[in-house]
């Protein structure tokens, strides 16, 4: 079946440091990609997605790309901030199928 | 506002109580599950819906029922409530299965049961 699989940290970075967080899948056919976030005492919010081999997806800063031939779809975040630090998940859709979230990695950011 | 809402954000039980978590959204979503969040373990999914008038079972669906007699309702209900259903509920709407526009979350209901 499908699965994913993310470092589930914590990670802990200082402001203005570099962020990668590393998420893999294995799945039939051709899922869509998701990165969600949830900051403290909400619920999990989409961050970006993909739904094609290549395809980057994007948003406030964060970046992922869709690479089927490592069957990837690294979070990367060029210079994080303290409002950053939240827990992240990974996670992958196929048609028909149910949702496969990873573990989700906690990230603290430091001032 | 569009999107998914939950009921209630926080809810303490006795042991054996029952009670029922509601979960609206108003996105004519065709797919809707519920989840719990446990410390170190992630999202585990409960039930889910592809449509109103089916439901099925999940990863944990013990001490739990679903129905969905609309597109915009899908209530779980816990029938004799344990310590162990202690935990962060919630619920999500997608269209459809699989679909490329991701889950859309409610904002959880906290549940204690003593």
């Known amino acids: 079946g499908n699965s994913v699989t993310q470092m589930e940290g914590p990670v802990t970075l200082s402001e203005e440091a570099f962020l990668t967080i590393n998420c893999t899948y294995t799945?039939?056919?051709?899922?869509?990609l998701f990165w969600y976030v949830q900051y403290p005492g909400e619920g999990l919010q989409l961050l970006l997605k993909?739904?094609?081999?290549?395809d980057k997806g994007s948003n406030k800063g964060f970046e992922a790309t869709y690479r089927k031939e490592t069957t990837s779809f690294h979070l990367e975040k060029g210079s994080v901030q303290v409002s950053d630090s939240a827990v992240y998940f990974c996670?992958?859709?196929?048609?028909?199928?149910?949702?496969?979230f990873g573990p989700g990695t906690r990230l603290s950011v430091l001032p | 506002n569009a999107g998914v809402t939950q009921t209630p954000k926080f809810q303490v039980l006795k042991t054996g109580q029952s009670m029922t978590l509601q979960c609206a959204q108003d996105?004519?979503?065709?797919?809707m599950s519920w989840y719990r969040q446990d410390p170190g373990m992630g999202l585990r999914l409960i039930h889910y819906?592809?449509?109103?008038?089916?439901?099925d079972q999940g990863e944990v669906p013990n001490g739990y029922n679903v129905s969905r007699s609309t597109t915009e309702d899908f209530p779980l209900r816990l029938l004799s409530a344990a310590p162990s259903q202690t935990s962060v509920y919630f619920c999500?709407?997608?269209?459809?299965?699989?679909?490329?526009?991701?889950?859309?979350f409610g904002s959880g209901t906290r549940l204690t049961v003593v």
């Open positions: 996670a992958l859709s196929s048609y028909g199928q149910n949702f496969v």
């Open positions: 799945a039939t056919g051709y899922p869509s």
């Open positions: 993909a739904t094609k081999a290549d």
């Open positions: 996105m004519n979503h065709e797919y």
């Open positions: 819906s592809v449509g109103a008038g089916i439901t």
């Open positions: 999500a709407s997608m269209a459809p299965r699989g679909g490329v526009y991701g889950y859309t």
